[in-house]
């Protein structure tokens, strides 16, 4: 099997017209864990969002009727959102076109640039089956192939998951021995390797921690997240 991650880019800045009104009310859409098409035609969306309460509330009553319902979690300096909404056409088509190739869709996808709604995606399949798929969705999206190559279950996938940027933090701060008991370096030293300020490394491993350990756990996490649901529904 082979793994593909690119970035989709929709030419008109937005997979669904609510992405706009996220922007405009200040919640910034971090990464999808779930996504799926209803038989009904309706999808349900579970995002990872940096927002407050009030500014999800704000946004989702601008929705026009598109949103069914919808449930907030607080997750420690994140929100988790999960969205059930009648889907535009584009994401409906790019759902409707994966599901009808021989992959596997690697969750979590991850907004790159939220000012355009680019998102990255990792696929796992046959490589003929992947090129397909490819080529199908650039009739309906901007597609840029970030890395191929085999697919190796052994590997760390949640060092994978982390951006360039968080992956550069990560290898110096280790390098450095920021992990070490006791520890061997500060933020300061991390940052004079970065060109940023210290507070930016903090700001920066500290997103890093919690992503790292929300990989770790996610099955769990999500299980209670759902199970949160259901009692409060």
């Known amino acids: 099997m082979r793994h593909v991650t690119y970035a989709l880019t ?6 669904d017209p609510g992405e706009v009104v996220f922007r405009e009310c200040g919640v910034v859409l971090r990464s999808i864990q779930e996504l799926d098409l209803l038989t009904d035609g309706t999808a349900v969306t579970l995002y990872e969002a940096e927002a407050t309460r009030d500014q999800i509330d704000g946004s989702l009553a601008q929705a026009d009727g598109k949103v069914i319902d919808y449930q907030v979690a607080d997750a420690g300096g994140h929100v988790v959102l999960q969205v059930h909404y009648h889907p535009s056409d584009l994401i409906r088509n790019l759902i409707e076109l994966h599901d009808s190739y021989a992959t ?27 090129q397909a798929q490819i080529a199908a969705t650039r009739e309906e999206v901007d597609v840029t192939v970030e890395r191929i190559g085999d697919y190796d279950p052994g590997t760390d996938r949640r060092f994978a998951a982390l951006t360039e940027r968080q992956r550069e933090v990560l290898l110096i701060a280790v390098r450095k021995g920021y992990y070490e008991s006791p520890r061997e370096a500060t933020y300061d030293d991390i940052a004079a390797d970065l060109d940023c300020s210290a507070s930016a490394v903090g700001k920066h491993l500290r997103r890093i921690e919690s992503e790292l350990v929300d990989a770790t756990v996610s099955d769990r996490a999500m299980g209670e997240f759902h199970d949160t649901l259901a009692e409060i529904q």
């Open 10 to 15: 929709p030419e008109r800045g937005y997979f």
């Open 104 to 130: 596997h869709l690697d969750y979590p996808l991850e907004f790159v640039d939220p000012s355009t709604s680019s998102l990255r995606v990792s696929v796992i399949g046959a490589k003929d089956q992947l």
